[in-house]
Structures are given as structure tokens and as C-alpha cells.
């Protein structure tokens, strides 16, 4: 039996836009670590995760999800009001202002959108750190990456969870 890949979905959860990255392996969780440390630690400034850069990821409502590097919004020279202390997720044509965008993508209006997730290297340290604690962890757990009410999408890291139901076509 094959193990189950790692799942992004985009859907509406319980409180509106949501993006739920469902790890059910280790392997998923140390995956992801890579590509946050990376981010954290200044050796990256952008990582688009599609089904052409990460085969191995299933992307169900979105077509991917690109992380990015921002400014610091604890730094002498940021602008007020441009940035939370925290991540922001965005549609791109959305009138919100933030820093996690969706691009519609290409003239087919029927594409699953892109989403752009950009925070500081600080922020990602502290997605850095919640990886490192569900890599600890033994049973089924989630944590929420952004905030509710500030984002055009929740994002939350489950692990371990069910996913009956949950997805489309998935089966823990």
C-alpha cells in the first residue's frame, strides 16, 4: 500500500476562505520544514509549490501555493499599516491589503487560483517552529498559520488528523 501524499486544499471551512496543508507522515512534516527553513534562514526568498516543483504534493481548489519572503514588519524601516505582525493571505484583485494574494491565473476564469503567502523571515521562523512541534507530536493535532478576520484564507497545518470526508477522493 502506498503512503498517502501530502494534501493543500483550498475550500470554504467554518469561518470563510480556508487553506488546509494535511500532513498525515513524518515525511510530509520534514518536507515542509526544508522549504520553511530555507525562508527562515534568509537562503531563499520565494518557493512556488505546484504539482511541477513538488510531484509528490496533491493540490485539490488551488493550482499552488507560493511562499515568499516580506519585508519585517518589527524593522526601522517599515511602513506603518503595510504589514501585520503576522502573515497575511490575499487574493490578488482583492481590495484587502496584505500579503497573502490569489492570482486568478491565465483567461481561463475556471483555473484554480494561486496563492501567494509572504511573510518575514522571522514569520517563517515561527511556522518553522510549529512544523518542529508537530514533528514531536504522536497524536492527530492542527495549528492555524494566520489569523482569522485579517486574511482572504485561514491557513492551517493538521497532522495526523482523519481526512474522511475532508477531501475529495482522499482516504486516511
Known amino acids: 500500500m502506498s503512503s498517502p501524499p501530502l494534501y493543500i486544499a483550498y475550500y470554504q471551512g467554518a469561518y470563510g476562505p480556508a487553506i488546509r496543508i494535511d500532513a498525515q507522515e513524518k515525511d510530509h512534516l520534514f518536507l515542509l520544514r526544508g522549504i520553511l527553513l530555507g525562508l527562515a534562514n534568509k537562503q531563499e526568498e520565494e518557493v512556488k509549490m505546484d504539482v511541477g516543483n513538488f510531484p509528490d504534493i496533491q493540490f485539490l481548489g488551488l493550482s499552488s501555493l507560493v511562499l515568499k519572503v516580506g519585508p519585517d514588519p518589527h524593522s526601522p524601516s517599515h511602513v506603518p499599516g503595510t504589514h501585520g505582525p503576522m502573515a497575511l493571505i490575499k ?22 487560483p494561486c496563492f501567494i503567502w509572504e511573510q518575514s523571515h522571522a514569520d517563517w521562523r515561527s511556522c518553522l517552529e510549529i ?16 489569523q482569522e478576520d485579517v486574511d482572504d484564507a485561514l491557513i492551517e497545518l493538521g497532522y495526523l488528523e482523519p481526512r474522511a470526508g ?5 482516504s486516511n
Open 91 to 112: 487574493k490578488l484583485f482583492s481590495k484587502k491589503t496584505g500579503s497573502l494574494k490569489a492570482l486568478t491565473g491565465g483567461p481561463n476564469i475556471d483555473q484554480a
Open 166 to 170: 475532508r477531501f475529495d477522493g482522499a
Open 131 to 146: 512544523v518542529d512541534k508537530l514533528l514531536e507530536e504522536i497524536v492527530p493535532c492542527h495549528y492555524y498559520l494566520t
